[in-house]
C-alpha cells in the first residue's frame, strides 16, 4: 500500500520538490528529470535554496529580499514622502544583510527581539526605524497570506530617550562667533544653526528656503510632517531674524532668486552635509573651549529642534540684539 499524500506539506515548494513525513516534522528531495531523487535535509528553507542553486534560478523568492522588492511596488510605498523613501533605503542595507535570506514564515518574534537588542545593540535607534521598515514588510506577507499574524506586533521596540540638553549661553555665543568667523561654509551652516535656535524649525523645512520666500516682515516655511496637507507657517520677523536675514544677503549666490543657505554651488545643502561633525567637513581652525558642549546639542549640524524653544529664549536674553515678541500664525493650503 503506497504512502498517503500529504497535500499541506507541499505548500509553497517548488516543482518537483517532494516533502516526506517523518517523526519529527519533513524531510525534502528533489526529483531531477531522469535522474535519481537528491536528499535536501529538513530544513525547508535550505532545501528551496539549494534546489535554486541546482537550476542556476537563486533569485529572492520566499525571502524577506523579496518583500522588500515587492513593498516599494505597493501603493503604500507610493504614498510616502521622498525623505521617508530614503530613510527606509538607509534602514534596508542593514535589515537584509541580517535577515535578508530568511523566509518570512520563519521569522519569529524571537528573531526580531535579538536583532534589535543584540545585532544593533549599537545603535538602538537606528534599529527602532529598522524595525518599522520589518514590521511594513511583514504585513505585506500577511496581506498575501504568507503569513497569519505579524510577529512585530509581539516585540516591544528599543526605549529611546529624548534630548533635555540645550547649550549655554555663553557658550553658545561664543561658538557661533567662531563659525561666523571661518571661511568657506561655516558661516552658513552657523547661519542654519542660528535660524533653528531663533525661528524653532525643523532643518528640514528650511534647508530649501528661498529668497522669494523672505519678505520684508514676514517668513515663510512649508511644514513638515503635516501628511497629506500642505500647511504654511509665517514667521514675523524680528530684530534677530531680520540680522541674520541680513547676513545671509551677504554671503547669497542669488539674493533675488536663490536658495538663503546654498551651498558652494549655490544649491541647497544636502542633509548628509549639513554638520561640522562629519569625517567630511574637514574642520581646519583650532575649535572653541565650549565645542563639546556645543556638539552634544547639535544634530545633522543644526541646533536640536526638541531644544529650539529654550533656544530661542536664550538669543533673546544673551544676543546684544534686543529682539521683538516672536509672531507666528499658519495657514493650511
Known amino acids: 500500500m503506497s504512502r498517503p ?21 519533513f524531510t525534502y528531495r528533489y526529483h531531477p528529470v531522469g535522474g535519481k531523487p537528491i536528499g535536501l535535509g529538513t530544513d525547508r528553507d535550505k532545501a528551496i535554496r539549494a534546489v535554486l542553486d541546482l537550476n542556476g534560478d537563486n533569485s529572492d523568492r520566499n525571502t524577506l529580499n523579496e518583500l522588500w522588492r515587492l513593498y516599494q511596488e505597493t501603493p503604500a510605498w507610493k504614498d510616502l514622502a521622498q525623505g521617508s523613501r530614503d530613510d527606509y533605503l538607509q534602514c534596508s542595507k542593514e535589515l537584509l544583510k541580517v535577515l535578508g535570506k530568511m523566509a518570512p514564515g520563519a521569522i519569529k518574534p524571537a528573531h526580531i527581539a ?67 568667523s571661518g571661511t568657506g561654509q561655516s558661516p552658513v551652516l552657523a547661519g542654519m544653526a542660528e535660524f533653528a535656535s531663533i525661528a524653532s524649525n525643523r532643518g528640514i523645512e528650511f534647508r530649501e528656503l528661498t529668497w522669494p520666500q523672505v519678505g520684508e516682515d514676514v517668513i515663510r516655511i512649508i ?11 509665517i514667521i514675523a520677523m524680528d530684530g534677530l531674524l531680520t540680522d541674520l536675514m541680513r547676513r545671509m544677503r551677504l554671503l547669497a549666490k542669488d539674493e533675488r532668486h536663490g536658495w538663503v543657505f546654498p551651498n558652494s554651488q549655490g544649491m541647497p545643502i544636502p542633509p548628509s552635509r549639513s554638520s561640522w561633525g562629519l569625517p567630511g567637513s574637514r ?51
Do not use: H
Not at 535607534?125 to 518599522?132: D, G, K, L, S
Not at 499574524?149 to 533635555?164: A, G, I, S, T, W
Not at 511644514?223 to 507657517?233: A, G, I, L
Open 5 to 25: 499524500r500529504d497535500r499541506k506539506s507541499a505548500e509553497g515548494l517548488l516543482p518537483r520538490m517532494e516533502a516526506r513525513p517523518r517523526k519529527n516534522g
Open 223 to 233: 511644514r513638515s510632517k503635516q501628511r497629506d496637507k500642505e500647511v504654511v507657517e
Open 114 to 180: 535579538r536583532y534589535l537588542r543584540v545585532e544593533r545593540a549599537a545603535a538602538p535607534v537606528r534599529a527602532n526605524r529598522e524595525f518599522a521598515l520589518l514590521s511594513n514588510l511583514l504585513k505585506v506577507a500577511t496581506e498575501r497570506g504568507e503569513l497569519d499574524v505579524n510577529p512585530c506586533k509581539q516585540v516591544r521596540r528599543n526605549k529611546e530617550r529624548p534630548r533635555k540638553s540645550a547649550p549655554e549661553p555663553a557658550n553658545l555665543a561664543t561658538f557661533l562667533e567662531w563659525a561666523w
Open 283 to 333: 574642520p581646519q581652525r583650532a575649535r572653541p573651549a565650549s565645542w563639546k558642549s556645543i556638539s552634544r546639542s547639535m544634530t545633522c549640524g543644526l541646533i536640536s529642534s526638541r531644544n529650539t524653544r529654550r533656544n530661542s529664549a536664550i538669543f533673546q536674553r544673551f544676543m546684544p540684539i534686543r529682539a521683538l515678541p516672536r509672531a507666528s500664525t499658519t495657514a493650511a493650503r
